[in-house]
């Protein structure tokens, strides 16, 4: 397939927009209609004497259509000719696949952020008209951005100049889930590596809390993350959080969060370290209800096992509790899924956070029929979500996109009210400065005077994090350099 942009620079942006329909279609650029093309799409740019036109047309095996917009010269800047030419190429892709992406124009990482962003230009009326009018947002999915940006205010309020955050990674799982799409490594492939990991790992959070330190930063919140961390041993988790807990003020931390995660790591003596080390909220993961998808996906566990891992952490103490399911799994139904929300909901779990499939190439959701079918099922599959949790007393508090998303949609993060994960915030908005350890860890440098970032980027693979740890740690001087070169006048009490 081809894309050919003319008198225009908004490449990068017609192709997002292809994605919605086409995401695992490899996209070429060209100058001029290829004649033995297999798909070619066509956009272009004219200015006119009163406005410009902006032209979209698709031609398909078989199918061809076009659409366009005018943006008159006296326009206001809402009327953006980038999201107008994007209008204009997503009528021509609804008009062949009959699906509408209910984000509309809207293809980023942050829908949230960016109604955020609005209402302090605009005010929330002129944020919601600029969703709805011309980024052609649903009017359910703008309600849904706005609920969470809201959500978030209180979160961010939290954060101070000095606040950060810190993060650490354990790239370990039992197996790897067929839709996985993170940097994980199976423990019995990295079993050798797994001794020297774990003990860098520690010195990495012990200097990063040096720094912090140093630096006179605020620590907010601790994550520790993967993979899977409870794929660890007993010990080996211990030692990570002796670590955590021998560097770190626990009484000043206002949130400490491990993934457990999947069922079939999780047991009583693992929990019970994760409980006496002062975690406060942990994840326990069926992804779906149905043996049958699990199967599907390469998960080794049973719901069975699932409820034995979510009995034995409430019997433990665990009082915040985070399920995760994904919606648009291989064999699940809008039917099936709604059965497995039912079951989330009812075990009184304190988050729920729902996750929208992404594709790989590999998928077999790859031709435009089965694609545009599991589409369409999916976005029942989020509408269900939002009825049945909203009557339970959820409410969404943090959301965010991934590449290749099923139909172009989110996963939104539900909690009952108080129990917002603050880390999912400050990392997904990018609140403020997050430290990062561990293999394929990115700390991510924020000034808090402006939307500057600047990344620390650690090795991804767990071989390379510890043959190289040493230049590793020099990366690590960066940090305060940085922060020398900001203007803060109060440090962390």
Same mark, same amino acid.
């Given at each position: 397939m081809f894309l050919i942009c003319k008198n225009?620079?908004?490449?990068? %942006?017609?192709?997002?927009?292809?994605?919605?329909?086409?995401?695992?279609?490899?996209?070429?650029?060209?100058?001029?209609?290829?004649?033995?093309?297999? *798909?070619?799409?066509?956009?272009?740019?004219?200015?006119?004497?009163?406005?410009?036109?902006?032209?979209?047309?698709?031609?398909?095996?078989?199918?061809?259509?076009?659409?366009?917009?005018?943006?008159?010269?006296?326009?206001?800047?809402?009327?953006?000719?980038?999201?107008?030419?994007?209008s204009a190429l997503c009528e021509c892709l609804t008009t062949l696949t009959g699906y509408r992406p209910p984000w509309g124009l809207l293809t980023g990482v942050r829908p949230s952020k960016l109604m955020r962003s609005f209402i302090e230009e605009h005010g929330k009326e002129k944020a919601v008209d600029i969703f709805e009018r011309f980024l052609e947002v649903s009017p359910e999915k703008t309600a849904l951005a706005l609920q969470v940006a809201e959500a978030e205010d209180q979160a961010i309020a939290l954060s101070k100049e000095h606040s950060v955050s810190q993060y650490a990674s354990v790239p370990f799982c039992p197996s790897r889930c067929s839709y996985c799409s993170f940097v994980s490594h199976s423990v019995k492939q990295?079993?050798?590596?797994?001794?020297?990991?774990?003990?860098?790992?520690?010195?990495?959070?012990?200097?990063?809390?040096?720094?912090?330190?140093?630096?006179?930063?605020?620590? %907010?919140?601790?994550?520790?993350? *993967?993979?899977?961390?409870?794929?660890?041993?007993?010990?080996?988790l211990r030692a990570i959080t002796d670590t955590v807990r021998n560097v770190f003020d626990l009484s000043k931390i206002r949130e400490y969060t491990v993934e457990a995660g999947r069922p079939d790591t999780i047991d009583e003596e693992k929990l019970q370290v994760l409980f006496d080390a002062g975690v406060t909220r942990i994840s326990v993961n069926p992804q779906t209800f149905s043996d049958e998808v699990l199967c599907n996906i390469g998960r080794k566990h049973t719901v069975a096992d699932f409820y034995e891992a979510f009995r034995t952490a409430r019997r433990v103490g665990f009082t915040n509790i985070n399920i995760d399911l994904i919606a648009g799994l291989p064999g699940d139904t809008p039917d099936g899924f709604a059965d497995s929300l039912r079951q989330a909901i009812a075990l009184d779990a304190e988050n729920i956070t729902v996750h929208t499939l992404a594709l790989k190439r590999s998928s077999t959701l790859v031709t435009e029929h089965e694609w545009n079918k599991a589409a369409r099922e999916t976005v029942q599959m989020l509408d269900t979500a939002s009825t049945l949790l909203t009557c339970a007393g959820y409410k969404p508090y943090y959301m965010y996109r991934q590449s290749k998303c099923i139909g172009n949609l989110e996963n939104v993060g539900w909690c009952k009210p108080g129990y917002e994960c603050l880390y999912n915030i400050y990392m997904m908005e990018e609140v403020h400065t997050v430290l990062a350890a561990g293999g394929g860890a990115v700390t991510k440098l924020r000034d808090p005077h402006s939307t500057r970032i600047e990344r620390i980027f650690n090795f991804k693979y767990p071989y390379e994090y510890v043959s190289r740890f040493d230049e590793l740690l020099a990366r690590k001087a960066r940090i305060a350099s940085f922060y020398d070169e900001l203007n803060i006048n109060q440090a962390c009490e």
């Open positions: 225009h620079e908004y490449k990068f %942006e017609m192709e997002n927009i292809l994605r919605i329909f086409f995401p695992m279609e490899k996209i070429a650029e060209a100058e001029e209609l290829p004649a033995d093309a297999d *798909g070619v799409f066509f956009t272009q740019l004219e200015e006119q004497e009163n406005g410009t036109r902006l032209f979209a047309k698709v031609i398909l095996p078989a199918h061809e259509t076009q659409a366009q917009r005018f943006v008159p010269a006296d326009a206001d800047d809402s009327w953006n000719r980038e999201w107008m030419l994007a990295a079993a050798r590596l797994i001794p020297d990991y774990t003990k860098l790992l520690c010195r990495e959070i012990e200097e990063n809390a040096r720094i912090a330190e140093q630096l006179h930063l605020c620590n %907010e919140s601790i994550y520790i993350g *993967g993979g899977t961390p409870t794929s660890l041993t007993a010990d080996q």
